[in-house]
């Protein structure tokens, strides 16, 4: 199993956040208190069992503070999958020679640091360099009792579901990345996931469990730009965007330099 589970941009304000949280009528499930340690500060916005997040630096020096120096309005940073098969996927990423920029295991980490009140016990994860997957930080992790979409996901802490109220909350149904070659790009990606790569209307589509689908698209920059939200009520939450100040075009609009698609739910759509 692998699923898409999470989006993170990079914002100059962790402000940001909390009015996207307002648009889309969502709840703020968790800022992580362990990620001080990077010098940022975060958000993640519940979206269903699916999270967008945000992230902010505290200080200079950190990866995040040199990302928006090329950014300076935000971007897509990070596509996030969680998975049973971290094993699999981490000696495909061997296989492949692709570099992993960070990693933390129970292993590695040593018992003092498998807090169990973060759920961090059972938590592995690793960022893949972006020079080796075609230009976007992505992410595999995996929790012990992950199987379901409201089952455990450590990355939200142990209490996430508490904030994630409602039967019929948006989610991420896609995310998008531009590259000067997308074909070799969702190669290398498919590749690592065990999966193939497929078209939509003639683009690289690689179909994940769960629904939701990684895209891929020719453009002049090598970046995470788009990430689809499908909603039951689509209209309030493109009224909210403008009201908001955000200019609204073909069911879509800009906010910290993603763009946010929104897809009509249909009736007979069911939670992950």
């Known amino acids: 199993m692998i699923r898409l589970r999470q989006v993170c941009i990079a914002s100059p304000q962790i402000t ?13 499930a968790y800022r992580d208190p362990l990620i001080i340690e990077f010098g940022l500060e975060n958000a993640l916005l519940g979206f269903g069992g699916t999270f967008v997040e945000f992230i902010a630096p505290l200080k200079d020096g950190t990866t995040a503070t040199r990302f928006l120096a090329k950014h300076p309005g935000g971007g897509g940073y990070m ?13 495909r990423v061997d296989a492949q020679g692709v570099r992993v920029a960070f990693e933390s295991t129970p292993e590695l980490r040593g018992a003092e640091n498998n807090q169990a009140d973060y759920g961090h016990d059972s938590f592995r994860h690793m960022q893949l360099d972006p020079r080796s997957v075609g230009g976007t930080l992505m992410e595999f992790n995996q929790t012990d009792g992950n199987e379901d979409y409201f089952g455990a996901y450590a990355p939200a802490g142990i209490r996430w579901q508490e904030e994630v109220q409602g039967d019929d909350l948006p989610q991420i149904v896609a995310a998008e990345c531009t590259s000067t070659d997308p074909a070799a790009m969702a190669t290398t990606w498919a590749t690592l996931m065990d999966k193939p790569v497929e078209s939509d209307s003639g683009e690289a589509v690689i179909k994940l469990d769960g629904g939701a ?7 002049s920059t090598n970046a995470f730009t788009r990430v689809f939200i499908e909603a039951s009520e689509p ?9 908001a100040g955000h200019e609204v075009t073909d069911a879509e609009f800009e906010f910290c330099g993603v763009q946010f698609v929104i897809v009509p739910r249909a009736a007979t759509s069911s939670a992950r």
């Open 16 to 28: 940001d956040a909390d009015e996207l949280a307002e648009i889309f009528g969502v709840d703020i």
């Open 79 to 91: 596509v996030i999958h969680d998975t049973d098969e971290y094993e699999k996927i981490r000696e």
């Open 213 to 219: 689908v990684d895209r891929f698209v020719a453009g």
């Open 235 to 243: 209209e309030q939450v493109l009224e909210r965007a403008r009201s």
